[in-house]
């Protein structure tokens, strides 16, 4: 199977590389359509996790639409995945914009910690790679892929432009490490923890886990937390926007401030999603630890 994986992978890159962009996009939409058919697992996810978040904010037709999109920045993210292989930073430069980032020039030349959080949100592979490139050292938090061979890919690929890949098991030391020496720590928050790794907060008006991580670091350190979020309307052209920095207070009561601090990650990713909520990873069973039962019976 992993064999497969890795010449499907390849056929896949191949494809990508060397057909005209008007057939190439023809060809992605068509993929995302067919897996949109045939995943019903997923979609089903994807529909009761925005039933469950907007209630009745939204339309059926206009949650449907979201969900169909959600298949779609995944076929593109993957291509452009594929031809960031080895990229130039020119090129690299060439498809980014940046938005606010004198909040992180600043923190760098103050030689602050740092901390950068965003979540499954648009392409988010590009983002520490435009960190790494275009700003300072960083080390990213991620989970090996079960296929060795694509995760030998995968591990390449992030690891461009001084960037270091922790993993995700026993990766705290190795955040400490990299703040100590002045690299920018990434992670992603925006995923259902288990009860012993999560705090309880709220997201969408619900109670939801959320990993305290940043907060913890951030709180230890004196780091300074910047949310980082990256969006497209074109899948050529990618945005990166910065958030007003997130503080941890340090006051006697420890909990309270972690507490505190991981909600106020949780506002600015809800924030994000809410202005344009079809560039999230709608897939994932974000409240399931606290309301599994919203997801009983979708069979795997």
Partial sequence: ??????????????????????????????????????????????????????????SNEE???????????LIYNLADFA???????????????FKNEDILKDAIKNREKIILITAHY?????????????????????RALESK???????????????????????????????????IVGLLVDQNTRTKEGILIDFFGKKARHTPSASLLARRF????????????????YTITFYEPIICQKSQNSDEDIKNCTQAQADITEKVIRKKPDEWFWFHKRWKNQYEYIYSGIVK
């Fill in 1 to 58: 199977m992993d064999r497969l994986y890795l010449i499907l992978f390849k056929i896949f890159r191949f494809t990508v590389l060397n057909t005209p962009k008007p057939i190439l996009f023809s060809i992605l939409n068509f993929l995302a359509k067919t897996i949109y058919l045939f995943d019903i697992s997923h979609r089903k996810i994807a529909k009761i996790n925005l039933d469950f978040a907007f209630n009745d904010e939204l």
């Fill in 63 to 73: 949650k449907e639409k979201i969900v169909k999109k959600c298949y779609k920045n």
């Fill in 83 to 97: 031809k960031n292989q080895g990229i130039s930073k020119e090129d690299l430069r060439k498809k980014l914009e």
């Fill in 122 to 142: 648009g392409n988010w592979e590009l983002i520490p790679l435009a960190i790494g490139a275009f700003f300072a050292p960083m080390s990213v938090v991620g």
């Fill in 149 to 183: 061979s694509i995760d030998k890919i995968v591990k390449k690929n992030r690891e461009q432009f001084n960037i270091k890949l922790l993993d995700k098991k026993g990766a705290a030391k190795g955040m400490i490490n990299a703040l100590k020496n002045g690299r």
């Fill in 222 to 237: 004196n780091a300074k937390i910047i949310p980082v979020f990256i969006t497209t309307n074109d899948y050529e052209k």
